[in-house]
C-alpha cells in the first residue's frame, strides 16, 4: 500500500502521508531495484538485517553491530528486558525488532482440521497486531516458527493454507509492515507447498544448520523469487553431527563453531544478493540443548563465547575491542572413549588470549542429558558432579570418573577475566 501511495501522490503530498504514519509506528516495504534486486526499506530507508535471535544483552548487540532482533511469541514483546519492556528498550537502543506471533505445533497437539481450534488461533493472531502494529521498533511480522514440523516434508497443505488465512489477517490489521513465516531448512517440497497455497507471505524465513550458507541458492533452485531471511543458524546441530559407538553426539569445538559462524553469515549474503534481507544467528543468549553450550553463544554466568567474535567480524569487519581465548588443544584420555567406574585420569587444555589476559580454567563433569526434545523444545539440565575433578592447576586436572556407569561429558571452560570465555567437551562412557 505504502509503495502504491508514493507512486499515486506527488512528493510534497506522500511527505505529509508518511509523517502521519511515521507518528503512529514505522512503515516497511519491499523495493525492486532496477537490476532486479530485492531491497527492505525502513521508513524509506534500506535496511540489512545483522541481527541476533533472543531478548538478552541488547545494549551489547547494538553496541557491536547488531541491529535487530528476533522473537519467536508475541508475549515476548512486553516482558521486561534491561528495566524496560522489550520493543521499547529495542526502541531506545535502535534495534528493530521481527516479532514472532506462534502458530500451533501439531507435534504439540494442535489439530489443523479442528475448525474451532482454527478460529481461535485467528483472533489470537489479530489481537497480537492490533496490540502491537504502531510500536517504532516493529520490523517485521514473524508468523508462525517451523509449525511444519522440523522433520516434515511439508506435504500437509492443511498448514500452508490456515498461514495464507493468517497473513491476510495481519495483513488487513497492518498494512505497513511485511509477513514473513518461519520454516525448518529449504527442502523443496516445503518452498514449492508454500508457492502453491500461500501466496500471501512476503518473505520466506528459513532456519539452517549444516549448509546454512548455501540456503540461499536452495531456495532459488526451489522456484523461490521472493526475499527470504536466514532466520536462525549456528554451528552444526546434534543430529548433523557424528557419534560415538554408544551414541553420544560430538559437540564442534568452539574454534570450529566460530569458524563456522563467520563463512555461513558471509557466504549466505555473497550467494544471494538479489533477494537477501539479511539473518538472525541463534542463539544471543544461553540455553540447554543437547549441552549447556550447544547453541549459545553466552554462558550461564554471562561471559561471550567466540562465536560472538565471529558474528561481530562478519557483520562489521572488525574484532569486537576485546575477543576470547583461543582454546587450542584439549587432550584427554577420556576423550570420546570408555573407562572404568571410579578410575583416575588426566585432562590437559591449551589456550591464548588475544589480548595476553592471565587465563583462568575450569573442569566440570556433567551426565549426557536423557531429556532431548525437538525443535528447541526446552530441557531441563542433567546433574553436574564437582566430586570428579579431584584436583586442577591452570590447564591440567586430575579427574576420578563418577561410580554409577552411564554416558558422561567432560567440559573445560576458558575464561580471561574481562567477560569473556571459551568452552569445549567431550563425551565419554564409564563402564561397570
Known amino acids: 500500500m505504502a509503495n502504491l501511495l508514493k507512486l499515486l501522490l506527488p512528493a510534497a503530498l506522500w511527505a505529509s502521508v508518511t509523517s502521519s504514519l511515521l507518528a503512529a509506528g514505522s512503515v516497511v516495504t519491499i523495493a525492486k531495484s532496477s537490476g532486479g534486486n530485492l531491497t527492505l526499506l525502513r521508513n524509506g530507508k534500506p535496511f540489512f538485517i545483522n541481527g541476533a535471535g533472543g ?10 553491530g547488531g541491529n535487530s532482533i528476533r522473537t519467536w511469541g508475541i508475549e515476548q514483546l512486553d516482558q521486561p528486558v534491561e528495566g524496560k519492556p522489550l520493543l521499547d528498550r529495542a526502541q531506545e537502543l535502535g534495534l528493530a525488532v ?12 494442535f489439530d489443523y482440521s479442528d475448525q474451532a481450534a482454527l478460529a481461535r488461533q485467528r ?10 502494529k504502531d510500536h517504532p521498533a516493529l520490523l517485521i511480522w514473524g508468523l508462525g516458527n517451523e509449525m511444519e514440523g522440523p522433520a516434515s516434508d511439508g506435504r500437509d497443505t492443511r498448514i500452508w493454507k490456515e498461514l495464507n488465512v493468517l497473513a491476510g489477517i495481519v495483513k488487513h490489521e497492518d498494512p505497513h509492515h ?9 527442502a523443496p ?8 497455497y500461500y501466496p500471501n507471505i ?10 546454512a550458507s548455501g540456503v540461499g541458492r536452495a531456495v532459488k533452485s526451489a522456484g523461490w523469487r521472493k526475499p527470504f531471511i536466514l532466520t536462525e543458524f549456528g554451528p552444526q546441530g546434534a543430529w548433523e553431527v557424528g557419534k560415538t559407538h554408544w551414541g553420544a553426539p560430538i559437540e564442534p569445538s568452539s574454534r570450529d563453531k566460530a569458524g563456522s559462524y563467520y563463512a555461513t553469515e558471509t557466504g ?4 544471494s544478493k538479489d533477494i537477501c534481507f539479511g539473518s538472525y544467528v541463534f542463539l544471543w543468549g544461553q540455553k540447554q540443548e543437547v549441552t549447556s553450550t550447544w547453541y549459545g553463544m553466552f554462558l550461564k554466568s554471562g561471559e561471550k563465547l567466540p562465536t560472538v567474535d565471529a558474528i561481530v567480524r562478519a557483520w562489521t569487519g572488525k574484532w569486537p575491542p576485546n575477543r576470547c581465548p583461543k582454546i587450542l588443544t584439549f587432550a584427554s584420555p577420556l576423550r ?10 588426566t585432562a590437559e587444555v591449551k589456550a591464548e588470549d588475544p589480548e595476553g589476559d592471565p587465563l583462568q580454567y575450569q573442569w566440570t563433569v556433567t551426565a549426557e542429558s536423557t531429556d532431548i526434545k525437538t525443535g528447541g523444545d526446552k530441557e531441563s539440565e542433567p546433574p553436574s558432579f564437582p566430586e570428579c575433578i579431584v584436583s586442577s592447576s591452570q590447564g591440567t586436572a586430575k579427574i576420578k570418573t563418577p561410580s554409577k556407569p552411564g554416558s558422561y561429558r567432560l567440559f573445560v571452560t576458558v575464561r580471561d577475566g574481562k567477560g569473556n570465555a571459551s568452552v569445549d567437551n567431550t563425551p565419554f562412557l564409564v563402564t561397570p
Not at 483472533?123 to 502491537?132: H, N, W
Not at 572413549?337 to 585420569?345: D, E, K, L
Open 55 to 64: 531478548a538478552q544483552r541488547l545494549a551489547m548487540l547494538a553496541s557491536l
Open 98 to 109: 521481527t516479532a514472532g506471533i506462534w502458530v500451533q505445533h501439531e507435534r504439540h497437539g
Open 123 to 132: 483472533e489470537t493472531v489479530r489481537a497480537a497486531v492490533r496490540k502491537f
Open 178 to 186: 511485511p509477513v514473513m513465516t518461519v520454516i525448518a531448512s529449504a
Open 189 to 196: 517440497t516445503k518452498v514449492k507447498g508454500i508457492l502453491e
Open 202 to 211: 512476503d518473505i520466506l524465513g528459513v532456519n539452517a544448520y549444516s549448509g
Open 268 to 271: 549466505v549474503v555473497a550467494d
Open 336 to 345: 570420546e572413549s570408555s573407562i572404568a567406574a571410579g578410575a583416575t585420569t
